[in-house]
C-alpha cells in the first residue's frame, strides 16, 4: 500500500539546476523520515540526502552539501530535493525512500542527466 512516485528528472546542463518531487500515499507520511538515493550506471546506489518527519533536521552526502536542499510538504504529503550546480557526475536515477520497521520502501525512481 506504500507508494512513492518520483517526478522532475530530465536532461539539464552543467551548471544548471532541477526539482524533484516524491507524492507520497499509503502510509502515515508526517510521522516518518524521508530519503532520496541515486544510483549511476555501474555504482551502488547511495545516499543524497534525508529529512526528518516534521523537516526540522535535514542530513546530506558530502558532495551534495551547499548544492542541493531537500524539504518536504507534509500537508502534501510530498518531499522534494532541489538540485542546483549540477554536475555530469550526478547523472544518475533518483530514488525516493522512506524506512520504517527497519524495512525500506521506494519510489520507481526518476532520470537525471547532466549533459551539455
Known amino acids: 500500500q506504500v507508494q512513492l512516485v518520483e517526478s522532475g528528472g530530465g536532461l539539464v546542463q552543467p551548471g544548471g539546476s532541477l526539482r524533484l518531487s516524491c507524492a507520497a500515499s499509503?502510509?502515515?507520511?508526517?510521522?516518518?523520515?524521508m530519503s532520496w538515493y541515486r544510483q549511476a550506471p555501474g555504482k551502488e546506489r547511495e545516499l543524497v540526502a534525508t529529512i526528518s518527519s516534521g523537516g526540522g533536521t535535514t542530513n546530506y552526502a558530502d558532495s551534495m552539501k551547499g548544492r542541493f536542499t531537500i524539504s518536504r510538504d507534509n500537508a502534501k504529503k510530498t518531499v522534494y530535493l532541489q538540485m542546483n550546480s549540477l554536475k555530469p557526475e550526478d547523472t544518475a536515477v533518483y530514488f525516493c525512500n522512506t524506512r520504517r520497521q527497519s524495512k525500506n520502501y521506494w519510489g520507481q525512481g526518476t532520470q537525471v542527466t547532466v549533459s551539455s
Open positions: 499509503g502510509f502515515t507520511f508526517n510521522v516518518y523520515a
